[in-house]
């Protein structure tokens, strides 16, 4: 009779093989991509199997340590390694499952917290803010609901501003034939207690935000317009003013998802921005730096 010890020691080798068969055909959908306008690839890392359903849709850091979340899950994974090394199976509190929700989306990182966007898609009726402890990645308990008229199409992503102690969303926005009329406004709550401060009007329209991280005093954003060249944005968060950061080209094959910011020993900003591979069912944190 086998032992658990020995299945288990031939689990992991079938997974390892397995993975590595997964991360060359995700390779191969990567070749021959331009690189990026304004920025350069300075690492990567794919994940794939488990990992890829806990890596699917959010991402932010604490200087120490990644945070992902996918449709349902949270993972945690060490920043220099970028090895998960906890995972929360099932993280949506029972309270806001009654409630519909069923999504994890974008996270932001603040004080021990993980704060996690999450909302009840397709029907969009209920969106919340949901605190889980960072050192275990368990739900807090706390929650708080967002006003419906500004998130009619969901929440997507939340983002910190430790230093305006504010909160910010955006509503979900698709990307129309026709752009006439249409209008953006940031969100802008107080982080104390989630009451709404004031909205601010963009400076043009935005499409398809799926993520954003403060740094520098500065609104980072990460844009799955409906091409191969994905833009990271930067938004003045007390003009509303809009610009290009840099683009980004990943093809057709993966969706831009969360990004997150944090600066290297020079104080300079590294961009690590998600893409989810539905094909492939894989998850690539690439990071950028600035090109000079």
């Known amino acids: 009779m086998i032992s658990l010890g020995k299945l288990y020691v031939v689990f992991k080798r079938i997974a390892a093989l397995v993975s590595a068969i997964m991360l060359l055909i995700v390779g191969a959908d990567e070749k021959n991509l331009p690189e990026p306008d304004g920025a350069e690839i300075t690492a990567k890392k794919t994940y794939v199997l488990f990992d890829y359903n806990v890596s699917s849709q959010g991402v932010t850091n604490d200087g120490k340590y990644f945070y992902f979340s996918g449709n349902s899950h949270l993972g945690k994974a060490d920043m220099k390694s970028g090895e998960m090394i906890r995972v929360c199976i099932d993280a949506i509190p029972d309270a806001l499952k009654e409630k519909g929700c069923n999504h994890i989306g974008g996270l932001s990182y603040y004080n021990g917290s993980v704060y996690a966007a999450i909302e009840d898609g397709p029907d969009y009726l209920n969106s919340f803010i949901a605190l ?60 104390s207690d989630m009451s709404l401060v004031k909205t601010v009007p963009l400076s043009e329209p935005i499409y398809r935000i799926q993520g954003a991280e403060m740094f520098g005093g500065k609104l980072y954003m990460s844009c799955d317009e409906l091409n191969d060249q994905k833009r990271v944005l930067s938004l003045d968060v007390e003009t509303g003013k809009v610009e290009t950061v840099f683009i980004r080209n990943i093809g057709t094959v993966f969706e831009a998802e969360d990004m997150t910011v944090y600066g290297d020993e020079n104080g300079e900003p590294v961009f690590c921005v998600l893409d989810r591979g539905e094909r492939r069912k894989s998850t690539n944190l690439t990071q950028y730096k600035l090109s000079k």
């Open 132 to 191: 889980y402890d960072a050192e275990t990645l368990e739900f807090t308990g706390k929650y708080y609901e967002l006003p419906h008229e500004l998130h009619l199409e969901g929440v997507p992503w939340c983002a910190i501003d430790v230093e305006r102690g504010y909160l910010y969303t955006a509503e979900w926005k698709e990307e129309p034939e026709d752009k006439t009329g249409d209008f953006s406004v940031l969100n802008v709550f107080n982080l």
